[in-house]
């Protein structure tokens, strides 16, 4: 379901823009009905009590947690399934912040993600992506999203986009704390500049050198990285938020002498951030994390060279590798299950 639809449904059934307004915001924020000053039954024309339940139920149904994972980083890691028996990761993490999922697989297919390997299954509709908001805000505040999660942003930009708006206004999100995550994508910068809500943008780049990146991000946009870094400069510029470039540190394939030198020649006075994350090993990918003494020395070197770096490891992983692992997994066990029932 998208939002679009929803509001229609309302309007259908009587409601005016301040009931409308209203019923979005208890729905992002998880609150039951008859929260607030004013009752329900004083508030709401009969009409639309009337089809309140049907609507709410709706929204109830479009995805619920199949699974949580608790990190011993205070993360959770939260399989949800949707209404038709598909999952995706939302992943609540330190500091009120919660990592959603934007599509059903996804088709860039980076070499050293588990996501990528099914492809493209399907697009969520922005009501999906605003109900993994509710059932993480049912758990505890948030008050950052991040589309980090399973799929590419801007592959399916106008449900982000339509998610992205109500987070940014009844959703109550700061805009700077909505993170548009992408791989790059000269239509995605385009619209964002347009929007009334303009999220952060976070880059992933993790390679200065533009035939290692089509190798490693092989369905990306064939955009060199120094193309990448000027659109998302001049984005920087026009909302004043920095940059957030995103680095998964792979063992002999991007953690070299190379790469410092092509980081700072790339990044050296942008307005931006070098997130550095270190590979989590993954059962099926070839890749392997460096020591982290080799992904300290690089971090350090780099805030010696003038490039604003952090180190970071990525929330929850002491409960599973990286992206879409947790879905790789439920649909491991969900298979044998299904062929003892055939047997039967
Ligand atoms: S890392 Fe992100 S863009 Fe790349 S395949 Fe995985 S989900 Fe898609």
Not at 138 to 155: D, L, Q, S, Y
Not at 316 to 330: F, W
């Amino acid at each position: 379901m998208r939002i679009p639809e929803l509001k229609r449904r309302l309007r259908e059934a009587g409601a005016g823009p301040s009931h409308e307004h209203r019923i979005l915001r208890l729905w992002s924020h998880a609150l039951p009905r008859d929260s607030g000053k004013r009752r329900p039954e004083s508030f709401f024309p009969s009409s639309l009590l009337a089809a309140l339940p049907s609507i709410e139920a709706d929204l109830a149904g479009l995805a619920r947690i199949h699974a949580v994972h608790p990190g011993a980083d205070g993360s959770e890691r939260l399989l949800v399934a949707l209404a038709d028996g598909q999952t995706v990761e939302s992943v609540l993490l330190p500091r009120d912040g919660l990592c959603v999922s934007s599509q059903v697989g996804c088709a860039v297919g980076c070499q050293f993600c588990m996501t990528g390997r099914d492809g493209l299954l399907r697009q969520l509709g922005s009501a999906e992506i605003i109900a993994q908001v509710a059932l993480a805000r049912a758990r505890r505040p948030v008050r950052k999203v991040v589309f980090m999660g399973m799929g590419e942003p801007a592959h399916n930009l106008d449900n982000v986009m339509e998610a992205i708006d109500l987070l940014g206004t009844v959703g109550n999100i700061g805009h700077k704390n909505l993170v548009f995550s992408t791989v790059g994508d000269e239509r995605s910068f385009e619209r964002l500049h347009q929007q009334r809500v303009r999220p952060a943008l976070a880059l992933s780049l993790h390679t200065t050198k533009a035939e290692l990146r089509r190798r490693l991000l092989p369905r990306a946009p064939n955009m060199a990285p120094e193309e990448l870094v000027a659109a998302c400069e001049r984005y920087a510029r026009t909302t004043g938020y920095p940059i957030q470039y995103q680095w998964t540190l792979l063992e002999g394939v991007n953690d070299g002498e190379e790469e410092i030198e092509g980081i700072v020649r790339l990044l050296s006075g942008k307005y931006g951030v070098l997130n550095m994350i270190p590979f989590n090993a993954v059962d099926g990918v070839a890749f392997s994390r460096p020591s982290w003494e080799r992904c300290e020395q690089m971090a350090r070197t780099l805030h010696q060279r003038g490039i604003l770096t952090k180190l970071r490891y990525s929330a929850g992983q002491d409960v599973d590798g990286g992206c879409g692992q947790l879905r790789a997994r439920a649909a491991e066990i969900r298979v044998p299950l299904r062929r003892a029932e055939d047997r039967r």
